[in-house]
T-cell receptor, first 115, second 113 residues
Framework: DQQVKQNSPSLSVQEGRISILNCDYT??????FLWYKKYPAEGPTFLIS?????DKNEDGRFTVFLNKSAKHLSLHIVPSQPGDSAVYFC??????????????FGSGTQLTVLP | DAGVIQSPRHEVTEMGQEVTLRCKPI?????LFWYRQTMMRGLELLIY????????DSGMPEDRFSAKMPNASFSTLKIQPSEPRDSAVYFC???????????FGEGSWLTVV
């Protein structure tokens, strides 16, 4: 039972164009969402996040949009650069019974930015 | 600033051997997480600790897996005996208690032959 889904395993975009990565979730208890980027042979690194009380958060070339009613979020990268080529993980956070936040990850989308 | 430090980075071992993976969280962080990444299951949480206490180990696949956190700056994940299906990348991550963002180490790449 995947609570966080990234239905596109891969995405190719031309340099300079917009990259849009999508993520859907099912658990309405999630109240914080994050995107992580992962290069080969490295650990995931935090990229950007959004609280459920917002519908948009922007950081430089990266913008995350949240549609709570649709349980959908997306990451926009504009303009895309070859260095953005990586696997992008969507993650959702909720408080657990153990009084801690627990992250649930999607399966990842491999973004390739073509020069 | 030192991030999450994991060792070994790479481990190749024979089936049946004991494997111990080590993690040093970011100083000051009091929540620690062990994740496993495989092609089939993606990133899955194995266990997490708050203030050195294991809170949820429901992700630990079998009794062959165990984790300890004897102090705030050190944790181990042990597999005994190891099996080829345990081959994966094991990530340690840490955060402030209740923090929204967790920070990952570079991973320990385990191959069991």
């Amino acid at each position: 039972d995947q609570q966080v889904k990234q239905n596109s395993p891969s995405l190719s975009v031309q340099e300079g164009r917009i990259s849009i990565l999508n993520c859907d979730y099912t658990n309405s208890m999630f109240d914080y969402f994050l995107w992580y980027k992962k290069y080969p042979a490295e650990g995931p690194t935090f990229l950007i996040s959004i609280s459920s009380i917002k519908d948009k958060n922007e950081d430089g070339r990266f913008t995350v949009f949240l549609n709570k009613s649709a349980k959908h979020l997306s990451l926009h990268i504009v303009p895309s650069q070859p260095g953005d080529s990586a696997v992008y993980f969507c993650a959702a956070s909720a408080w657990t019974s153990g009084s801690a936040r627990q992250l649930t990850f999607g399966s990842g989308t491999q973004l390739t930015v073509l020069p | 600033d030192a991030g999450v430090i994991q060792s070994p980075r790479h481990e190749v071992t024979e089936m049946g051997q004991e494997v111990t993976l080590r993690c040093k969280p970011i100083s000051g962080h009091n929540s620690l997480f062990w994740y496993r990444q495989t092609m089939m299951r993606g990133l899955e949480l194995l266990i997490y600790f708050n203030n050195n206490v294991p809170i949820d180990d429901s992700g630990m696949p079998e009794d062959r897996f165990s984790a300890k956190m004897p102090n705030a700056s050190f944790s181990t994940l042990k597999i005994q005996p190891s099996e080829p299906r345990d081959s994966a990348v094991y990530f340690c991550a840490s955060s402030f208690y209740g923090g929204n963002t967790i920070y990952f180490g570079e991973g320990s790449w385990l191959t069991v032959v």
